[in-house]
């Protein structure tokens, strides 16, 4: 007889897989290669920003003093010695009377201390004078040494996400070679004697397998380095092989389908004969409510759900937040936002449901329609959607204008948060 599952709410289920215990190995990678890591130290300037004065525009670089009696009725005539390019430094120094020409980003050369734009100067000679008709003050239009940030302080701390101005940061700071978390090894295995692999013909009985790709990039998105081991039949000894093998070779392993209570729902019966701790096995949640995870040693069995939304909304719930922390990511969990219902869903549901929604801005703030049908089998309001709409369960349904909380999906592990969601 199928024993009833007892379900646990959505946050005790992320805090049982939260509490896992997780180990952070490090890397030192590359620069190149370290854009979507996540930092396995803090970053130290090794040197002010900007490293020397400088100019921040095109212009003469002078002597402020020379200026003070410049004015239309009296304007100043200062010698130019030479012009210095990015790069470079000056090879004179000024003295009275006497300036440099210089571009953007050159190093304010010895002896001058103002920069003078060129629209505000009329060239003479040929261009070896400048007629300047106002007075300008020491440190005009210069860029100081230091300014933007000094020598040792924190640029960058460990468990920041390295997005492309966080590699700016690193490249600024002569980060050749960056230490970061080595992503953890999540092996995949999809179940389910329907399924076709995506490059086969459809025939009848048979679906094409989408959960597997589908996780492969939520792992990629994650951080973690996927392994895919391929489709299994529903055969419960093939089943049982398969899964304990793949268990020596990664730090966790997701299995889709076969969670639930169907004849040839294996996974429990392998959790059971792996001598495997069933974290939970039903969860107050829709889609996804049979979401399965078990432990053994530590290392966590994402049994998720065949149902392709129920798939996708577990690994967002569960193994996204258990890889961002495993990496020291300081953000693991999904970022909620408050939106507002652009829809009405006047069915109550006991279980909380993650409508896999778009969320859009309008002139009154975020609004958010489901993508799609909202059933736990449907696979294409997946490929829209942008959001998870939490709709916290009850005894009432909800109406277009109420307010909700979204958790925004985007797809590059960026929008991540340091709390998980919360039920009301
Ligand atoms: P299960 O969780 O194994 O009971 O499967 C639930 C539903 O999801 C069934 O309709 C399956 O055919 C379907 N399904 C299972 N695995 C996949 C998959 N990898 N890709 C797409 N659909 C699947
Ligand atoms: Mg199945």
């Known amino acids: 007889?199928?024993?009833?599952?007892?379900?646990?709410?959505?946050?005790?289920?992320?805090?049982?897989?939260?509490?896992?215990?997780?180990?952070?190995?490090?890397?030192?990678?590359?620069?190149?290669?370290?854009?979507?890591?996540?930092?396995?130290?803090?970053?130290?300037?090794?040197?002010?920003?900007?490293?020397?004065?400088?100019?921040?525009?095109?212009?003469?670089?002078?002597?402020?003093?020379?200026?003070k009696e410049a004015s239309r009725e009296n304007p100043v005539h200062l010698r130019v010695l030479e012009t210095v390019g990015a790069g470079h430094t000056a090879t004179v120094k000024p003295e009275a009377g006497e300036c440099?020409?210089?571009?953007?980003?050159?190093?304010?050369?010895?002896?001058?201390?103002?920069?003078?734009?060129?629209?505000?100067?009329?060239?003479?000679?040929?261009?070896?004078?400048?007629?300047?008709?106002?007075?300008?003050?020491?440190?005009d239009n210069v860029v100081i040494q230091?300014?933007?940030?000094?020598?040792?302080?924190?640029?960058?701390?460990?468990?920041?996400?390295?997005?492309?101005?966080?590699?700016?940061?690193?490249?600024?700071?002569?980060?050749?070679?960056?230490?970061?978390?080595?992503?953890?090894?999540?092996?995949?295995?999809?179940?389910?004697?329907?399924?076709?692999?995506?490059?086969?013909?459809?025939?009848?009985?048979?679906?094409r397998n989408s959960n597997a790709p589908m996780v492969l990039q939520q792992l990629r998105e994650a951080g973690a380095e996927p392994v895919y081991y391929g489709q299994l039949p529903d055969e419960f000894e093939l089943c049982y092989e398969k899964v304990a093998d793949a268990l020596q070779h990664v730090d966790a392993l997701i299995t889709t389908g076969g969670v639930s209570v169907g004849d040839f729902d294996f996974l429990p019966a392998i959790?059971?004969?792996?001598?495997?701790?069933?974290?939970?096995?039903?969860?107050?949640?829709?889609?996804?409510?049979?979401?399965?995870?078990?432990?053994?040693?530590?290392?966590?069995?994402?049994g998720l759900s065949g149902n392709p939304s129920a798939c996708f909304v577990g690994f967002e719930l569960y193994a996204g937040p258990w890889i961002r922390q495993a990496h020291g990511d300081t953000h693991p969990y999904l970022q909620p936002a408050p939106a507002v219902l652009g829809s009405d869903f006047p069915k109550p549901n006991p279980f909380t449901r993650f409508v896999r929604g778009i969320v859009r801005f309008n002139e009154s703030g975020m609004?958010?329609?489901?993508?799609?049908?909202?059933?736990?089998?449907?696979?294409?309001?997946?490929?829209?959607?942008?959001?998870?709409?939490?709709?916290?369960?009850?005894?009432?349904g909800y109406q277009k204008g109420d307010a909700v909380d979204v958790l925004m999906l985007r797809g590059d592990g960026s929008d991540t948060f340091s709390e998980p969601v919360k039920e009301r």
């Open 100 to 139: 440099i020409r210089v571009m953007t980003g050159t190093m304010m050369p010895e002896g001058t201390d103002a920069i003078i734009m060129f629209e505000l100067t009329k060239e003479l000679e040929n261009g070896a004078l400048i007629e300047i008709t106002r007075a300008f003050h020491p440190q």
């Open 271 to 302: 959790y059971e004969k792996l001598g495997a701790e069933v974290l939970f096995n039903k969860i107050a949640m829709r889609p996804g409510s049979v979401t399965t995870v078990a432990a053994i040693d530590g290392k966590p069995l994402f």
């Open 1 to 67: 007889m199928v024993q009833p599952r007892k379900p646990i709410s959505v946050s005790e289920a992320v805090s049982r897989v939260m509490q896992l215990p997780v180990h952070t190995y490090t890397e030192t990678v590359p620069l190149e290669q370290a854009g979507g890591r996540i930092l396995a130290a803090d970053v130290h300037a090794d040197a002010d920003v900007p490293p020397f004065d400088r100019s921040p525009l095109d212009g003469f670089a002078v002597r402020a003093a020379d200026t």
């Open 146 to 207: 230091g300014e933007e940030m000094k020598r040792d302080s924190v640029v960058l701390e460990k468990g920041e996400r390295i997005h492309a101005g966080a590699v700016a940061g690193l490249a600024t700071f002569g980060c050749a070679e960056v230490e970061t978390a080595r992503p953890v090894k999540v092996g995949v295995y999809a179940t389910g004697t329907e399924l076709l692999e995506p490059g086969e013909a459809l025939e009848p009985g048979k679906i």
């Open 367 to 396: 609004v958010a329609v489901p993508a799609g049908l909202d059933k736990s089998q449907v696979v294409t309001s997946l490929a829209r959607s942008n959001a998870l709409i939490v709709l916290p369960g009850g005894t009432r």
